[in-house]
């Protein structure tokens, strides 16, 4: 028997394999972080440096996809899924702040289950930005997000599928639909607040 040659073969294979896994796992780090750091921009109303994190990001998961061609078991072992559904929540968030149409799968190089669960993770990242237009009186600009915010879970919600094809969906748009619903309450309290400041102040 001829082991050392099938040895050879197959630590060639594995080899190659786990290089490839090592530069991923790197990769989709990074991706994550600049994400993140993309939205945290967003909030603070810096939309240039948003651009260039996302930019960075959806460059690093197109580089990881191709990579992973050829190992689709790694390419599927869900941290490429963790990665682009950062990078989706992160493209979701500014788009729908910003009242643009929104990308499509294709659009940012993922699979639906990472869009869909990027799409509903957005949802806590608009609560916030409506928390902040509350703070600071804009109620006209906080239903509008409570609406848009309203629209994604009903869109989540129609899509009834296995855990197993969306990537643990429904629990994504549980949440979601519990942050909306808190939403609204808050939004409700703020304005029956003002209604009552302001006939208080007409005496």
Not at 128 to 157: F, H, K, N, P
Not at 162 to 176: E, K, N, Q
Not at 183 to 202: K, M, N
């Given at each position: 028997?001829?082991?050392?040659?099938?040895?050879e073969?197959?630590?060639t294979?594995?080899?190659e394999?786990h290089?490839?896994?090592?530069?991923g796992?790197?990769n989709c780090r990074?991706?994550?972080?600049?994400?993140a750091?993309a939205?945290?921009s967003l909030?603070?109303?810096e939309d240039?440096?948003?651009?260039?994190?996302?930019t960075e990001?959806?460059?690093l998961l197109a580089?990881?996809?191709a990579?992973?061609?050829?190992?689709p078991?790694?390419?599927?072992a869900?941290f490429v899924?963790?990665?682009?559904?950062?990078y989706?929540?992160?493209?979701?968030?500014?788009?729908?702040?910003?009242?643009?149409?929104?990308?499509?799968p294709d659009?940012?190089g993922?699979l639906?289950?990472?869009?869909?669960?990027g799409l509903?993770?957005a949802v806590g990242?608009?609560?916030?930005?409506?928390l902040d237009?509350?703070?600071?009186?804009?109620l006209?600009?906080?239903e509008?997000?409570l609406a848009?915010?309203?629209?994604v879970?009903?869109?989540?919600?129609?899509?009834?599928?296995p855990d197993?094809?969306?990537?643990?969906?429904?629990?994504?748009?549980?949440?979601?639909?519990?942050?909306?619903?808190?939403?609204?309450?808050d939004?409700?309290t703020?304005i029956?607040?003002e209604r009552l400041?302001?006939?208080?102040e007409?005496g």
């Amino acid at each position: 028997m001829d082991l050392d040659s099938i040895r050879e073969s197959v630590t060639t294979s594995l080899d190659e394999t786990h290089r490839a896994r090592e530069v991923g796992l790197r990769n989709c780090r990074t991706i994550i972080r600049s994400s993140a750091n993309a939205i945290r921009s967003l909030h603070r109303g810096e939309d240039e440096t948003a651009e260039a994190l996302m930019t960075e990001a959806g460059g690093l998961l197109a580089e990881t996809t191709a990579l992973l061609a050829d190992h689709p078991d790694i390419l599927h072992a869900g941290f490429v899924h963790d990665a682009a559904k950062e990078y989706a929540e992160a493209r979701l968030t500014s788009a729908l702040a910003a009242g643009e149409p929104l990308p499509s799968p294709d659009d940012l190089g993922m699979l639906a289950p990472a869009y869909l669960n990027g799409l509903g993770e957005a949802v806590g990242e608009l609560r916030r930005r409506m928390l902040d237009l509350l703070r600071s009186g804009d109620l006209e600009r906080a239903e509008a997000t409570l609406a848009t915010m309203d629209d994604v879970v009903e869109v989540l919600a129609s899509l009834d599928y296995p855990d197993g094809m969306t990537g643990g969906l429904r629990r994504t748009t549980d949440i979601a639909r519990s942050l909306v619903e808190r939403s609204r309450s808050d939004l409700t309290t703020t304005i029956v607040q003002e209604r009552l400041r302001l006939s208080l102040e007409r005496g």
